[in-house]
Structures are given as structure tokens and as C-alpha cells.
């Protein structure tokens, strides 16, 4: 017999592997060839399918437990750009569905609890903390901090902000998300047993969307702060009058150069604060929740957050919806969801040049409050 490499070899059998769970092989069967060396993680040359695919596809749940227990990589992509439980749920099963996303979750909380740890061990490449792999100033904070901004408007009207990376505008934020920003203030609002002579902290500028409209409140804040970094934004903040406006103060800098300081922690606790910055991935958003506690004034404050965690595909949203809820009631925070319909009337138009950033038809909108004492 020709001898084959191993590399080979694992091709083979890797191809081998995907092949006969797409014709039904018995759990047996397939787990003689994994004993025999057939890679789990392996995705077949022509599409890009991994065996947690061929099992999704022949809705085989006992497969799917089996290969995720042997560990298969449950946010494999095929060429297609779909995972696992994309397919299960183009077929609706809400068992593999269910089994792919808790993997899912373990996975991802495991590699946040080990990467918190400083495990060089690690390989960033294989969770799904975001951007990890982005170098650009999309990926990276100080990047993001030097480079220019574009205040703008589309042909339609829409206020954009752009940051150019390698010829390629990115939206840092855009008009379109107007409609989560406003029920994110109208659910804030109408949760809080308290309206009057409320103090908020904003995080991250923007377009200002999100400030104009807790100034536009029927009780505007007797306090809102305001923390920004970016100098083209603080410009564009001056331009518009913001630093005068009453009751609001402007912190220049980044949240994790302040929330610690004294002077900010002597303004008090917050009734409302909210965060959506840019250039950060869950690690960091995971980082400002624990501050939330110092930073919150009590059981009826209420705290929310831009959630375009994994917004690109439905898995990954679904998991990193449970991840921070999960963190969240880990230091106190009950969270409740609601959905917010951000599918556009002409979608191409939404995007304008800018990479799509949100592709879901359903935003989910998170409000957090501090558990009370039964
Ligand atoms: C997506 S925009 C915020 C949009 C805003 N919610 C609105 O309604 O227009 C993100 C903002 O966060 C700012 N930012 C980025 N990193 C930050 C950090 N570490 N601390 C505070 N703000 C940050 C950016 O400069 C940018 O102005």
C-alpha cells in the first residue's frame, strides 16, 4: 500500500468523515473514524462543511452531542458563511439549534474566564471575541484614537460617521440606528419609578443621537455626563454647542482612564447610563459591567448597551445575548430583552458605502437593573 503523510491522511479522513455523516452514518460509524484520526474541526475542501455541518444537516442530534463533546468548533463557518446552527435553524430544530449555541456559550465563557487569566496559551483566533483578528483601526482603540473621522450625509439624509480603514469606509455610526437609539430611551424612560432630576452617563459620542434624545426627555437630566474620546468627535461636540449645554458635562478621554478617578466616582451614583463605543470587542463592554455596581445609584437605575455583539450572523448574536446576560447576573444585573424591528425599507441604502456591520433583521435591546431583595 502507498504510504500517506499525515497531513494527508487527515485530509482524507477528514473528507471521509464529513462524506458519510451526509449519508447517514450511524454514530458507530463515525465514531470508529474519529477514533481512526479523523479530525473533528476538519471542513471539506469544496464547501467548506465541517462534520458539525453534515450532522446539522441530517438533523442528527446525537451526532451533534457527540462531535461537540469530541470538540467540534461549534462557530466553523462554511463557504457559504453559515455555522452549524445556521443550518439547524434554516430547518428550524430547535434541539441541534439549542445543543451548537450552548457549546457555544461554554466555549466562549471558558476562553473569557482563561483569557481574563492572561493564558498565553490561548489562541484568540479560535473564540470569537470580536475583531479579534482585525488589526485595523476598526480592531484596535489606539488605532481608532489617531485616526480621522468624517462627519457626513448620505443622499438620503442620513447622518453618517466614517472612519476610513485601507480605502474601505466603516461606519463608526450611522443614521439608521436612530430608531434602536429612540427605543432604547423610551424604554429607559418608561422603566424608571423616578423621572425627575435624573443624572446620566453616556459613553461614547457618536452622531450624539442617543444624547440629543435624553435632552429631548419631557424631564430633561439634571446631570448628563458625557465620555468621549475621540478629538474629531469632542471637535464636532464643540462645533454643535455641547460643552454649554446646561447640565451636561463632557469628560474628554476614554471610561477606562475614568471611572475609576476620584473626581468622577464624587459626581455620584447614575439613574441611567449607557454605553456603545467603538473599536472595543466583548472583553472590553465585559470590563466597563463590572464598574456598574460603583457606578449605578441604586435598585431603580437602569443601564443599557448598543448589543451588536456578533451582529453579522443569528448564532453568534444568540450566544453573546446569553454570555452578557450571564456576566451581568453575575454582578447583580437582571436584564430584560426586547426586539426592535431595524429591518430597513430599502436596505441597500442603509449601509451607503460603509461595511455592514448589522446584517440581523431584529435588534435586541437590552435594560439591566440591580436585582432588588425579595
Ligand atoms: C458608535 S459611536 C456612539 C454613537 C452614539 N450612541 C449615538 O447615539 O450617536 C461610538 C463612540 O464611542 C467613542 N469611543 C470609542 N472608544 C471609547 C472609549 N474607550 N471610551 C469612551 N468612548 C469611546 C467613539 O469615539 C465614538 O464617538
Known sequence: MEDIEPPELATQLGEQLVAEILQNASLDAVKSLVEAGAPVWYQSGAEGTSPLHAAAYVRS??????????GAVWNAVDFMQNTAGDIALSFNDAEIYTAVRDAGIRTELLLGLLSSRDDSSLDPSTNLILRASDDTAA???EDFLSSKLRYTKDESG????FIEVDGEDIGVMMGWEMPIMKETVHSIYDSLPERDNIRV?????????????????????????IIEPHPDVLRYMKDNDW????????????WQDLVEKEDFLALGGFDV??????SENYRDLHQFFEHLPDLLSGSNARFSF???LGATNPLFYDVYTRISELHLAEIGLDVQWSDVDVRPPKYEERWARSREYFTLPTYRLPLAYLHTLP
Not at 442530534?61 to 469530541?70: A, M, N, S
Not at 442620513?158 to 460617521?161: F, N
Not at 460643552?243 to 451636561?248: F, L, M, R
Open 139 to 141: 480592531g484596535s482603540s
Open 158 to 161: 442620513q447622518d453618517l460617521c
Open 306 to 308: 448598543f448589543h451588536g
Open 61 to 70: 442530534l446525537e451526532l451533534v452531542k457527540y462531535l461537540i463533546d469530541k
Open 201 to 225: 452617563l453616556n459613553v461614547g459620542f457618536g452622531l450624539g443621537i442617543i444624547d440629543r434624545l435624553f435632552q429631548a426627555l419631557p424631564t430633561p437630566p439634571a446631570l448628563h455626563v
Open 273 to 278: 447610563i449607557y454605553t456603545d463605543t467603538f
Open 243 to 254: 460643552h454649554q449645554k446646561p447640565g451636561v458635562r463632557v469628560l474628554e478621554g476614554r
